[in-house]
C-alpha cells in the first residue's frame, strides 16, 4: 500500500519559513517524480514545484520561484520543500505526490497517481 505522509506544515507570519516533509513507503520501485501542490479555499489545487528522481529536474510555479526549494533524499524515500519569504497568498493546504510515468515530472494533477493527505500552511500578515 502506497503511502505519502507531509509535515511541517503550521502557522507562520509574512516573511517566515517553513520546510514540508513528504515521507513516502509502498512505491512499488524506482525511478519516480514526486511533487507539491496546493489548494486555497474556494480554489483549484495547483502546482507548485516537482523533482526528478535524481533532482536534476526542477520545476516550479513562476509564483514560488525564488522563495521555494525542492529537494529530496531517495535514501529516505522523502521530497522537502523550503519555503522562504512566505506570503499570505501562499496559505493554502500542501498536497505531495507521486509517479513513476514519462521522463520527467508532470506540472498537473493528472500527471501524478498518488497523494498524501496535506498539511496546512496559514501565512498571517
Known amino acids: 500500500q502506497v503511502r505519502l505522509v507531509e509535515s511541517g506544515g503550521g502557522l507562520v507570519q509574512a516573511g517566515g519559513s517553513l520546510r514540508l516533509s513528504c515521507a513516502a513507503s509502498g512505491l512499488p520501485g524506482n525511478p519516480y517524480h514526486m511533487g507539491w501542490f496546493r489548494q486555497a479555499p474556494g480554489k483549484e489545487r495547483e502546482f507548485v514545484a516537482a523533482?526528478?528522481?535524481?533532482?536534476?529536474?526542477?520545476p516550479y510555479a513562476d509564483s514560488v520561484k525564488g522563495r521555494f526549494t525542492i529537494s529530496r533524499d531517495n535514501t529516505k524515500s522523502t521530497v522537502y520543500l523550503q519555503m522562504n519569504s512566505l506570503k499570505p497568498e501562499d496559505t493554502a493546504v500542501y498536497y505531495c505526490?507521486?509517479?513513476?510515468?514519462?521522463?520527467?515530472?508532470?506540472?498537473?494533477?493528472?500527471?501524478?497517481?498518488?497523494w498524501g493527505q496535506g498539511t496546512q500552511v496559514t501565512v498571517s500578515s
Open positions: 523533482s526528478s528522481f535524481s533532482g536534476t529536474y526542477t
Open positions: 505526490a507521486a509517479d513513476f510515468r514519462g521522463s520527467h515530472p508532470g506540472l498537473g494533477r493528472q500527471d501524478y497517481v498518488y
